[in-house]
């Protein structure tokens, strides 16, 4: 009974767990974060908060991130270390890098699983916007310690993301590792190809404007 008791402690990551989205737009979701999703998604979650010990250099900020000098100010500790609730409001200022960058937030379930979300400023259809999307997302089950358990929770984990790791699925990746602590991680693969390229087209990055050597 106690073996059974600690597995549905496991999977039991919010209170809603019978309501919980598990597969959206053929992407994996957990606590109803979805890979590909935007920042609101990330809104009703309480994550972990970020202490701020020393400000992060502006200029280091300004050689990837552009827009207005106030918005960039406030924002450039949570660009360096990671979102926390407060950060995501100031992130959403933020709308254009010139390069690949991520910025991650964490959060612990009730039961105990830490979970670590990752956002990035990817480009869109339009060169001229950028949009904040979850590309990453992982998962540790630190109760989960005798290999029995291991064997249970990934069961679980390959029933629950079938149609995301049956091959015919390109858009994201699944990678579950046992050792040591139980972790599953999810990896946003659709749109990722080329991006730094896609990311300088943003007129402020200096987009296809010619430059003269003169």
Not at 78 to 101: H, P, R
Not at 159 to 167: L, Q, T, V
Not at 169 to 198: A, H, R, W
């Amino acid at each position: 009974m106690k073996f059974k008791t600690t597995l549905l402690f496991l999977f039991m990551s919010c209170s809603s767990f019978a309501a919980e989205q598990y597969i959206k737009n053929s992407l994996p979701c957990i606590n109803n974060i979805c890979l590909g999703d935007d920042l609101s998604s990330l809104e009703k979650v309480s994550w972990e908060t970020k202490k701020l010990r020393s400000k992060p250099s502006l200029s280091k900020i300004k050689r990837i991130y552009r827009g207005n000098e106030v918005s960039l100010q406030n924002a450039a500790f949570y660009l360096d270390k990671g979102f926390d609730n407060e950060g995501l409001k100031v992130l959403k200022e933020v709308k254009v890098a010139c390069q690949s960058q991520s910025v991650s937030g964490k959060f612990m379930t009730e039961n105990g699983n830490p979970t670590v979300v990752t956002v990035a400023l990817l480009p869109t259809k339009n060169p001229s916007e950028q949009r904040w999307t979850v590309t990453n997302i992982s998962r540790a089950y630190p109760s989960a310690v005798s290999n029995q358990q291991k064997t249970e929770v990934i069961n679980q984990l390959k029933e629950r993301y079938a149609s995301i790791i049956d091959g015919k699925n390109k858009k994201s990746v699944m990678t579950i590792t046992p050792i040591i602590k139980l972790t599953v991680t999810f990896l946003l693969v659709d749109g990722l190809v080329g991006m730094n390229e896609q990311l300088i087209k943003h007129p402020l990055c200096g987009g296809a404007s010619k430059v003269s050597i003169d």
